[in-house]
């Protein structure tokens, strides 16, 4: 069962523009929430976190957004950098269980 | 420091035969994951070991697939005999769990081709 769910499988931004990676979930029960990103032939790198009881975490050019009662949250990335292109994962967790979604492959042109 | 440790990178085998991957974690690292990741697809937890103890193994695949974690360092994962479809990204991952949340730290993974 898909428990986490990145229904976009791609998205293309230009540089300096802002990107918003958007992530959906089923499971009210899950209390954290983490963005991966991925380099072909590399494992997926921590990005950021967001526990359930925030509805915002910023690091940097990285925002986390979390609504929820929609069960729904989003990854901003402003300004957006050619280096940022890469595949992004959500993860949800709970009780040490943790599910990802499929994954949204960002491009960011020159 | 140094990151997750898996070999090989790449293997390609035939149906039938049997495969093992190896995992490395980060020092001081109490607790281990073993992951699978299907093209297009998000990783899927195989197992989930805390120290030696294999705590959450309900995904793996038990007619045909082990998994050890000695000394509760090192792990690897065994696949016999392997099948078609066990193609995947085998990922390897470790945390330091004590309170709270710990973010995974992930390894490169070894991509499997079974012809």
């Known amino acids: 069962d898909q428990q986490v769910k990145q229904n976009s499988p791609s998205l293309s931004v230009q540089e300096g523009r802002i990107s918003i990676l958007n992530c959906d979930y089923t499971n009210s029960m899950f209390d954290y929430f983490l963005w991966y990103k991925k380099y072909p032939a590399e494992g997926p790198t921590f990005l950021i976190s967001?526990?359930?009881?925030?509805d915002k975490n910023e690091d940097g050019r990285f925002t986390v957004f979390l609504n929820k009662s929609a069960k729904h949250l989003s990854l901003h990335i402003v300004p957006s950098q050619p280096g940022d292109s890469a595949v992004y994962f959500c993860a949800a967790i709970y009780n040490n269980d943790m599910r990802f979604g499929a994954g949204t492959r960002l491009t960011v042109k020159p | 420091e140094a990151g997750v440790v898996q070999s090989p990178r790449y293997k390609i085998i035939e149906k039938k035969q049997p495969v093992a991957f190896w995992c490395n974690p980060i020092?001081?690292?109490?607790?281990l994951y073993w992951y699978r990741q299907n093209l297009g697809q998000g990783p899927e937890l195989l197992i989930r070991?805390?120290?030696?103890?294999?705590?959450?193994d309900s995904q793996l695949p038990k007619d045909r697939f082990s998994a050890e974690r000695l000394k509760g360092v090192d792990s690897t994962l065994k696949i016999q005999p392997a099948e078609l479809g066990d193609s995947a990204v085998y990922l390897c991952?470790?945390?330091?769990?004590?309170?709270?949340?710990?973010?995974?730290?992930f390894g490169n993974g070894t991509r499997l081709t079974v012809t």
């Open positions: 070991y805390e120290n030696e103890e294999a705590v959450d």
């Open positions: 020092s001081g690292h109490n607790t």
């Open positions: 991952a470790s945390s330091f769990r004590d309170r709270g949340i710990s973010p995974l730290h």
């Open positions: 967001i526990s359930s009881i925030k």
